[in-house]
T-cell receptor, first 114, second 111 residues
Framework: AQKVTQAQTEISVVEKEDVTLDCVYE???????LFWYKQPPSGELVFLIR??????QNEISGRYSWNFQKSTSSFNFTITASQVVDSAVYFC???????????FGGGTRVLVKP | SAVISQKPSRDICQRGTSLTIQCQVD?????MFWYRQQPGQSLTLIAT?????????ESGFVIDKFPISRPNLTFSTLTVSNMSPEDSSIYLC????????FGPGTRLLVL
């Protein structure tokens, strides 16, 4: 069975601070995919990144960066120089094959104060 | 990326009634998924909808309560039947593919 754990339920920061969201996963599959989604107060789920299990290269996209470490089964997400618009719930998710159902972590609520 | 729309965006319903939620994808997809997000919680998969066959339900979800239709490769419906206040949630659909994209969700409040 697959499992995704986001130990931090809520993080509060002041604007311009960096914030790192932790994600730890469990799976017996050798091929799997990891995702991060953002859910702003409006409720829609916004795709941020997809990473497959064979690609451990870290990725940076603007103020967002992701650190994938297979040895520790972690896929952490950092927001650099946070902004108020980053306030949302962030979900880490896992599926065993492309197109298959997702297993979500519990989510981390990020509150960025001005 | 797939563009997914859902109708209605929100609704307030009375206990004991049923609501059908529609999900439309802008391209043909093999599978569509229905998720429920209860207040303050994460997303839980209700079922996987395949065209031409019955939906596959996850543990804790049954067809009588959440009947699903999948008449073609771009459309699916989820019905929440005989609703109770515990069904108050956001219901989201998504499409299969390398990346799962989600519809905007349907916010349901049952009184």
């Amino acid at each position: 069975a697959q499992k995704v754990t986001q130990a931090q339920t809520e993080i509060s920061v002041v604007e311009k601070e960096d914030v790192t969201l932790d994600c730890v996963y469990e799976t017996r599959d050798t091929t799997y995919y990891l995702f991060w989604y953002k859910q702003p107060p409006s409720g829609e789920l916004v795709f941020l990144i997809r990473r497959n299990s064979f690609d451990e290269q870290n990725e940076i996209s603007g103020r967002y960066s992701w650190n994938f470490q297979k040895s520790t089964s972690s896929f952490n997400f950092t927001i650099t120089a946070s902004q108020v618009v980053d306030s949302a719930v962030y979900f880490c998710a896992l599926n065993q094959a492309a197109g298959n159902k997702l297993t979500f972590g519990g989510g981390t609520r990020v509150l960025v104060k001005p | 990326s797939a563009v997914i729309s859902q109708k209605p965006s929100r609704d307030i319903c009375q206990r004991g009634t049923s609501l059908t939620i529609q999900c439309q994808v802008d391209s043909q997809v093999t599978m569509m998924f229905w998720y429920r997000q209860q207040p303050g919680q994460s997303l839980t998969l209700i079922a996987t909808a395949n065209q031409g066959s019955e939906a596959t339900y996850e543990s804790g979800f049954v067809i009588d309560k959440f009947p699903i239709s999948r008449p073609n490769l771009t459309f699916s419906t989820l019905t929440v039947s005989n609703m109770s206040p515990e069904d108050s949630s956001i219901y989201l659909c998504s499409s299969s593919g390398e990346t799962q994209y989600f519809g905007p969700g349907t916010r349901l409040l049952v009184l």
